[in-house]
């Protein structure tokens, strides 16, 4: 009898190991359908997503773009498009930012093209080094600035450009801290990029002396900078900008009009919602206010 069994045993075995195996599908978790159906019920995040792999910097971004108010792709109507640096942490501030101030400051609607890195752990997020300039003193997993600046001109912006209603002549780079000092090198190596550009409490290093010389010509006579300063930021940092702030005021000699605003009581991340209204009215040509 024992054999018997055994016998069947083994033979139910070989015959299920024969069979070709069915590829089940995946079936999301309870936790991860209320997380798809969460972000799918919040219009302030209406718009599209895709990624892409950089051949320039060997790696994926994810992009988030966030439609205005009644976007339809049908439309000819072009939009300005936000640039949204660390995305990872700024995509919802900022888009809703947008739309309120639509509301409050009946600011043009615009698009928002937020490049994340999927991760705030160092081995995935790159930003100390796509945001750092190239300089004596940048340490190593920095001063890759110039590189990440290709990737934008060369890969993602023809992108968006191809995918949405995107005006080319309203291009818009916002950074806050590091991706700040980003949007300083930008300004200063390739300022025909971007038609206005928002930096909120840019580092100044590495490479600070980029920044007290001269920057590139540009052949558009209507970019805008604007370089905002919280007065609660970092004492370090504010003095670096306090310090800038004086070499530059009154220079009339820039390739970009230039506002550097304080904040009043802004503290390092979390009034970038205010500098982002700030820097955009200024942008806009409204009367720059915090």
Wanted: net charge neutral; hydrophobic share 40%.
């Amino acid at each position: 009898m024992k054999k018997g069994f055994l016998f069947g045993v083994l033979f139910l075995l070989a015959a299920c190991a024969a069979r070709p195996i069915v590829q089940l599908p995946t079936i999301p978790t309870a936790a991860e359908s209320r997380s798809v159906a969460r972000l799918a019920a919040l219009p302030i995040l209406a718009g599209d997503y895709f990624q892409i792999d950089s051949a320039t910097l060997g790696r994926r971004y994810h992009i988030h773009v966030g439609y205005p108010e009644g976007y339809n792709p049908a439309k000819p109507e072009l939009y300005p498009v936000v640039y949204l640096l660390d995305a990872d942490s700024l995509f919802g501030v900022i888009t809703a930012g947008q739309l309120f101030m639509t509301y409050d400051d009946q600011a043009a609607k615009a698009i928002i093209v937020g490049i994340a890195y999927g991760s705030f752990a160092p081995e995935v997020n790159k930003r100390v080094m796509d945001f750092s300039s190239p300089a004596a003193n940048a340490l190593q997993g920095q001063g890759g600035a110039a590189a990440f600046d290709t990737f934008l001109r060369t890969e993602l912006i023809p992108q968006v450009e191809t995918r949405y209603r995107a005006d080319p002549a309203r291009r818009i780079l916002y950074g806050q801290s590091r991706s700040g000092h980003f949007v300083l090198y930008s300004a200063f190596n390739d300022p025909d990029l971007f038609w206005g550009r928002i930096a909120y409490n840019p580092s100044f290093e590495p490479g600070m002396e980029r920044f007290y010389k001269s920057p590139a010509m540009a052949t558009r006579t209507d970019l805008r900078l604007v370089v905002a300063s919280g007065t609660r930021d970092w004492p370090h940092n504010r003095a670096h900008f306090e310090a800038w702030r004086a070499a530059w005021e009154g220079r009339q000699d820039l390739p970009w009009q230039l506002a550097m605003p304080d904040i009043p009581g802004g503290t390092h991340a979390y009034d970038t919602a205010s500098a982002y209204r700030t820097g955009m009215r200024f942008i806009e040509g409204r009367p720059v206010e915090p």
